[in-house]
């Protein structure tokens, strides 16, 4: 069965510094999106993404955040300075039209 | 905003026990009704969704119930099994694809 990836399990990193968070969406999809959570609280939404562009997205996704599908099978998440708070589980989810299949999600840790 | 509010936060019941999760929405745009299963460390995996034309659906053991003019839905547990302990989040979806969660309720099932 078709799952959502994502890569890496967990990215420890230090305040200030950049990271990149990898997905890989099912392969007929059409939407894709990043959610988060941080430890024991609900998931938020973060963007959306369709046909190349982002469709929609949320007040947490400012100018720190980017995302991308830099090829036709990876969508990927920017953090371009990290801050302590960005510290959550990040989730990476696609649809082809309404039913979103979460990954397994990436956990980052900011220190 | 909180635009769907979930109630338990909590609930443990008796192995074939039907525990009961309950959500309200305000937003009347939304158009579909999804229920995450979440296990610790984990991603929320889609269990079962309805669209507001439809009072209720069962799968396997399952079940929603939808009241469009309560704007409330509920998720039902039948013939609980302790593998069913996890966090249930429901959500709501509008025209921009976003999903809105509610704040998750852990369910517990005793052997």
């Known amino acids: 069965e078709p799952e959502v990836t994502q890569t890496p399990s967990h990215q420890v990193t230090q305040m200030g510094q950049e990271v990149i968070l990898r997905c890989v969406p099912i392969s007929n999809h059409l939407y894709f999106y990043w959610y988060r959570q941080i430890l024991g609280q609900k998931v938020e939404f973060l963007v959306s993404?369709?046909?190349?562009?982002?469709?929609?997205k949320s007040e947490i996704f400012d100018d720190q955040f980017s995302v991308e599908r830099p090829d036709g099978s990876n969508f990927t998440l920017k953090i371009r300075s990290t801050k302590l708070e960005d510290s959550a589980m990040y989730f990476c989810?696609?649809?082809?039209?309404?039913?979103?299949?979460f990954g397994p999600g990436t956990r980052l840790t900011v220190t | 905003q909180q635009q769907v509010k979930q109630s338990p936060q909590s609930l443990i019941v008796q192995k074939g026990g039907i525990p009961i999760i309950n959500c309200a929405y305000e937003n009347t745009a939304f158009d579909y009704f999804p229920w995450y299963q979440q296990f610790p460390g984990k991603g929320p995996a889609l269990l079962i969704a309805i669209r507001p034309d439809v009072s209720e659906k069962k799968e396997g053991r399952f079940t929603i119930s939808f009241n469009k003019s309560a704007k409330q839905f509920s998720l039902h547990i039948m013939d609980s099994q302790p593998g069913d302990s996890a966090t249930y989040f429901c959500?709501?979806?509008?025209?921009?694809?976003?999903?809105?969660f509610g704040a998750g309720t852990t369910v517990t099932v005793r052997a």
């Open positions: 989810a696609s649809s082809y039209v309404h039913e979103q299949y």
């Open positions: 993404f369709y046909n190349n562009e982002i469709s929609e």
């Open positions: 959500a709501a979806k509008s025209d921009d694809y976003k999903l809105s």
